[in-house]
Nanobody, 125 residues
Framework: VHVVESGGGLVQTGGSLRLSCTVS????????TGWFRQAPGKEREFVAA????????FYADSVKGRFTIATNNTENTVDLQMNSLTPDDTAVYYC???????????????????WGQGTQVTVSS
């Protein structure tokens, strides 16, 4: 399974960015795809996730109302639309797949099996 993120960059406070995650080589049908982020000196934290099948979405409180996660019709790409960005959103953003697709641990990065290399998002003040 191969996970690739794209779309990071530098943006000013209040701006927007759209991250994309393409997953190839899946051999499972029920799964969670999540976005996580890690700022320097901090733990990796959950941002958002989407379940397949069903496309139910989940968000961290810190991004609710500002970020939107969505998948395309073929479900091999998961986008994260990020609006009203602040310097606190600065981090490396990672996309990951949980092949188990368990709802209870959808926010737990330890349960994700396949990870991308990450993409840097920097929000200037």
């Amino acid at each position: 399974v191969h996970v690739v993120e794209s779309g990071g960059g530098l943006v000013q406070t209040g701006g927007s960015l759209r991250l994309s995650c393409t997953v190839s080589g899946r051999f499972y049908r029920n799964y969670n795809t999540g976005w996580f982020r890690q700022a320097p000196g901090k733990e990796r934290e959950f941002v958002a996730a989407i379940r397949t099948p069903g496309r139910a979405t989940f968000y961290a409180d810190s991004v609710k109302g500002r970020f939107t996660i969505a998948t395309n019709n073929t479900e091999n790409t998961v986008d994260l639309q990020m609006n009203s960005l602040t310097p606190d959103d600065t981090a490396v953003y990672y996309c990951a797949d949980d092949a188990g697709g368990i709802l209870d641990v959808i926010r737990d990065h330890d349960h994700y099996d396949y990870w991308g290399q990450g993409t840097q998002v920097t929000v200037s003040s």
